[in-house]
């Protein structure tokens, strides 16, 4: 039997994907910087920085999930590598992209998927928009603290359960229904970040206000805390399409995937309310 790469296997996605495909009886190739061991997968190290050549990475799978870690700013350093590897190795990449970057030719994720369907191989991309569990790790302490503090403005994003992210790359990964094709995965509904703020509020059941910040604001905070300023920067960025309305989009593509519905962000709230309040 054939098996499947999952890189970031130990993260937010990648934990939640590789005990999706083993539930489903696939062998997988759990790589992360540490070879962390992960019950039933085969543990392989994979640095970003470099270090191991990829070709190993990529030995005796004939799929893979690729996608950009957190703090990575430069996505085509990342991508690209992995991408003419597993051109080489000739195996099936499922590529976990970013929401709205079909924008432009000239974002960097667009640019990694543009090589990605020009390279001959199967492959599907995903893209995700907001992730729901950033309540849990990125905003986890204000949010304890008693605000939600970002630069958002009024804008309204379609928060995504990692679980349906995981899902639907388990769907794409063990199936070829799908190939050619990209997906824009969201929640079932857009949710401004007061109204988030509210949901929390009830389901921590303690206040939790939402404090919009401008973009100096937020990276004063990052930073103060211990954030690079080029990572802090990058992630005020990233606020501009939420205070456009851009990520206030609802698709049918994780059902489409996956066939259920997305979890609305107040069950996600409700599974995760120890993580997110501890």
Avoid: C
């Amino acid at each position: 039997m054939a098996r499947i790469l999952v890189t970031g296997a130990t993260g937010t996605v990648g934990r939640k994907l590789v005990d999706n495909l083993l539930g489903r009886g696939e062998r997988v190739v759990a790589a992360s910087r540490r070879a962390t061991a992960i019950p039933g997968a085969e543990a392989r190290r994979f640095d970003p920085t470099g270090g191991e050549p990829l070709s190993r990475l990529f030995q005796d799978v004939d799929r893979a999930y690729l996608m950009v870690p957190s703090g990575i700013v430069e996505v085509l350093d990342h991508l690209m590598p992995l991408i003419d590897a597993a051109k080489a190795a000739g195996v099936k990449v499922v590529l976990q992209s970013v929401f709205g970057v079909d924008a432009s030719d000239e974002i960097p994720y667009r640019k990694a998927e543009i090589a990605l369907e020009q390279s001959g191989l199967p492959h599907v991309i995903l893209r995700p928009n907001w992730f729901a569990d950033n309540f849990q790790t990125y905003w986890r302490d204000d949010i304890r603290a008693g605000t939600l503090a970002v630069p958002a403005a009024d804008g309204a994003s379609s928060f995504i359960d990692t679980r349906d992210i995981a899902a639907s790359a388990a769907a794409a990964l063990t199936s070829d229904r799908f190939d050619g094709r990209a997906f824009n995965l969201t929640g079932p509904r857009a949710v401004t970040y007061a109204e988030a703020a509210a949901i929390l509020s009830e389901v921590g059941g303690r206040p939790v206000r939402y404090t919009p910040l401008s973009d100096e604001e937020f990276i004063a905070r990052l930073t103060g805390a211990g954030v690079p300023p080029e990572y802090a920067e990058f992630l005020a960025a990233i606020f501009h399409p939420v205070r456009e309305g851009w990520t206030g989009v609802v698709t049918p593509d994780v059902n489409t995937l996956t066939g259920h519905d997305p979890i609305p962000l107040e069950t996600y709230a409700k599974d995760n309310r120890a993580a997110i309040f501890g």
